[in-house]
């Protein structure tokens, strides 16, 4: 006869599943985050590739602005590209993460950040995807997403599957 009522088979089945969710917590996490910021930078980098270079029209923040229009296109399209795959792997993947958020940053401050804004409720009217009437408030939700999105790879690490941590196990 099971001696298991519903509150003692609940509390088993949710201690059970908190253990299952705890091994996996090193891994599956990271490994996901690695693999949708991989698509999407990747995304971003091949368009930059088979395109056409539209940075001569923008004003960078200091010290980028120093670099002429085509090397920031060259350097944009091979964060983009080489983290992308770097990020798929697991590899590097602090490197890349603080290449791509300073990347993020610098697109938020010379693509996304509002145009003009006198109050707070203007500056945060910029946070959405898309600037869809050209009011000047700027799009700039997605790239914080981004950014936000590596914190756990930039100071985690990339998690159990990925090649940083073979690379660990075997020399540590």
Not at 152 to 171: E, I, M, N, Q, T
Request: proline content about 5%; charged content about 15%.
């Amino acid at each position: 006869m099971n001696n298991c009522n519903i509150t003692t088979c609940s509390v088993n089945l949710y201690k059970k599943l908190i253990s299952y969710l705890n091994f996996f917590a090193d891994s599956i996490p990271q490994l996901f985050l690695r693999l949708l910021l991989a698509w999407e930078y990747g995304e971003s980098g091949f368009e930059k590739l088979h395109g056409t270079n539209w940075f001569a029209d923008l004003t960078f923040p200091f010290p980028f602005n120093l670099l002429p229009p085509e090397v920031s296109w060259a350097v944009s399209t091979f964060f983009e590209i080489v983290g992308a795959f770097a990020l798929l792997f697991g590899f590097a993947t602090r490197f890349f993460s603080i290449s791509l958020i300073v990347l993020t940053l610098v697109a938020i401050a010379s693509v996304h950040w509002p145009a003009h804004w006198t109050h707070i409720s203007e500056l945060l009217s910029g946070y959405r995807i898309i600037d869809e009437n050209n009011d000047g408030f700027g799009n700039y939700k997605l790239p914080v997403i981004y950014i936000v999105m590596f914190l756990p790879l930039l100071f985690g690490g990339a998690g159990k599957l990925s090649v940083d941590y073979l690379l660990k196990k075997k020399y540590s």
